[in-house]
């Protein structure tokens, strides 16, 4: 027992998080979204604006840390009407709501004065754009008819990326990707995502989607790519506000923008590679 308790300890030091809590709250979380998508789809649209809320207090928090202003209130308000109006008014909603959300925004922050303006409109904006607009791509997978087939296989392919880089990275990572950012991130880290993410893709649009096998392995690509990038981002962005995790809510992850780095990023190009696919072939 002690052996087990040493191997996990040296993995936890290793990876820089906690295993065997990390692994039961993405079981967790993929239960969830099972749930919601197999009862009602509504409920999943509902999942995604409460993480998109809670997302919204930790970039708060951290902004505020460095003593950048942004109206919580005002952003949770956006973020809900965002929300909404993806869901009733698909691609196009999520576009006009936004653009109208921008302003209303901005304007708001003229009752703070000039004082800062500048740095807390660039905040706003990119606190906008980067939780409920791409977070609002998400909801746009769930909300046609084939809805449960598209997240499950963007949870797939997600899941594939983020586990097997872990595992491969802690197991045989030697070459970091990106030292500046994400010092434990290594290449044999990604190499272990493209693999598994490849093999992952392609059994989702086979066996989930009904789809040509290649699409899956095209896209497999794709997503490792970009969910790679939303982690150096959402790590960069950390490095910069000088914190190690955006928040504690979520055990052997951090915060709720630790966990959806990854998502917030790939699921608007999984939406956009499914809508290509239904366009041209």
Same mark, same amino acid.
């Given at each position: 027992?002690?052996?087990?308790?040493?191997?996990?300890?040296?993995?936890?030091?290793?990876?820089?998080?906690? *295993?065997?809590? =990390?692994?039961?709250? =993405?079981?967790?979380?993929?239960?969830?979204?099972?749930?919601?998508?197999?009862?009602?789809?509504?409920?999943?649209?509902?999942?995604?604006?409460?993480?998109?809320?809670?997302?919204?207090?930790?970039?708060?928090?951290?902004?505020?840390?460095?003593?950048?202003?942004?109206?919580?209130?005002? *952003?949770?308000?956006?973020?809900?009407?965002?929300?909404?109006?993806?869901?009733?008014?698909?691609?196009?909603?999520?576009?006009?709501?936004?653009?109208?959300?921008?302003?209303?925004? $901005?304007? #708001?922050? *003229?009752?703070?004065?000039?004082?800062?303006?500048?740095?807390?409109?660039?905040?706003?904006?990119?606190?906008? $754009?980067? $939780?409920?607009? *791409?977070?609002?791509?998400?909801?746009?997978?769930?909300?046609?008819?084939?809805?449960?087939?598209?997240?499950?296989?963007?949870?797939?392919?997600?899941?594939?990326?983020?586990?097997?880089?872990? /595992?491969?990275?802690?197991?045989?990572?030697?070459?970091?990707?990106?030292?500046?950012?994400?010092?434990?991130?290594?290449?044999?880290?990604? /190499?272990?995502? !493209?693999?598994?993410?490849?093999?992952?893709?392609?059994?989702?649009?086979?066996?989930?989607?009904?789809? #040509?096998?290649? /699409?899956?392995?095209?896209?497999?690509?794709?997503?490792?790519?970009?969910?790679?990038?939303?982690?150096?981002?959402?790590?960069?962005?950390?490095?910069?506000?000088?914190?190690?995790?955006?928040?504690?809510?979520?055990?052997?992850?951090?915060?709720?923008?630790?966990? !959806?780095?990854?998502?917030? /990023?790939?699921?608007?190009?999984?939406?956009?590679? !499914?809508?290509?696919?239904?366009?041209? $072939?």
């Amino acid at each position: 027992m002690s052996d087990i308790h040493a191997i996990n300890e040296a993995i936890n030091k290793r990876a820089g998080r906690k *295993l065997l809590p =990390s692994i039961a709250v =993405s079981l967790s979380l993929i239960a969830l979204i099972w749930f919601a998508l197999s009862y009602h789809r509504e409920i999943f649209a509902g999942v995604v604006a409460l993480a998109v809320l809670l997302g919204i207090r930790e970039i708060v928090r951290a902004f505020s840390a460095r003593g950048i202003y942004l109206s919580r209130n005002a *952003l949770v308000l956006a973020s809900l009407a965002l929300s909404y109006a993806t869901w009733n008014g698909g691609v196009a909603g999520l576009a006009v709501a936004t653009a109208i959300a921008i302003p209303v925004l $901005l304007i #708001q922050l *003229l009752t703070k004065g000039p004082e800062g303006f500048v740095a807390s409109a660039t905040a706003t904006t990119f606190a906008l $754009l980067y $939780l409920p607009f *791409l977070g609002g791509f998400l909801t746009l997978l769930a909300r046609t008819s084939t809805g449960f087939e598209r997240v499950m296989t963007f949870v797939v392919l997600v899941s594939c990326n983020d586990t097997f880089g872990y /595992i491969v990275g802690v197991l045989f990572g030697k070459h970091p990707l990106a030292p500046k950012i994400s010092p434990k991130k290594s290449w044999e880290g990604l /190499i272990g995502s !493209l693999i598994f993410t490849v093999i992952g893709g392609l059994l989702a649009f086979k066996y989930i989607m009904g789809m #040509q096998w290649w /699409i899956g392995v095209v896209v497999g690509l794709m997503i490792v790519f970009t969910a790679t990038c939303g982690d150096l981002i959402e790590s960069a962005m950390k490095r910069d506000l000088e914190l190690k995790d955006m928040g504690s809510l979520l055990p052997g992850h951090g915060g709720m923008l630790d966990r !959806l780095d990854s998502v917030l /990023i790939s699921a608007p190009a999984l939406w956009l590679a !499914l809508e290509l696919v239904k366009a041209w $072939l």
